[in-house]
């Protein structure tokens, strides 16, 4: 999945949900996941720009195509950064802004 702002690609760090999740712990100790009542509604992703990009020539691109005027290349970041980053999808996974609250 890219970042709609400068097409990086996501980094799909979590995802959230409905209800709880739960841990089981057998006999000899060991943590087994067990989704009790857990219901998985999307994942979170961050864009990998939102703190600045990799390389001067993304760099430039992104501020050629989006018409950013430079000083240095290191003080861009995607648009993104507003908002941290983030990106979340829904049950139907639709991308959005922000943090699913």
């Not at 690609?9 to 989704?35: M, V």
């Not at 961050?46 to 703190?51: I, M």
């Not at 000083?71 to 993104?80: A, H, K, L, N």
């Not at 507003?82 to 609250?101: A, I, R, V």
């Amino acid at each position: 999945m890219e970042c709609p702002y400068c097409g990086a690609e996501l980094r799909c760090e979590d995802h959230y949900g409905t209800g709880r999740q739960e841990y089981f712990y057998g006999t000899a100790g060991n943590g087994i996941y067990y989704p009790s009542t857990y219901k998985k509604l999307g994942d979170i992703y961050r864009c990998q720009n939102s703190y600045g990009f990799n390389t001067e020539k993304e760099a430039l691109e992104y501020a050629k195509e989006n018409n950013i005027e430079i000083s240095d290349w290191q003080d861009i970041v995607c648009e993104s950064d507003c908002f941290n980053g983030l990106f979340y999808t829904d049950s139907s996974g639709n991308l959005h802004e922000g943090y699913p609250c």
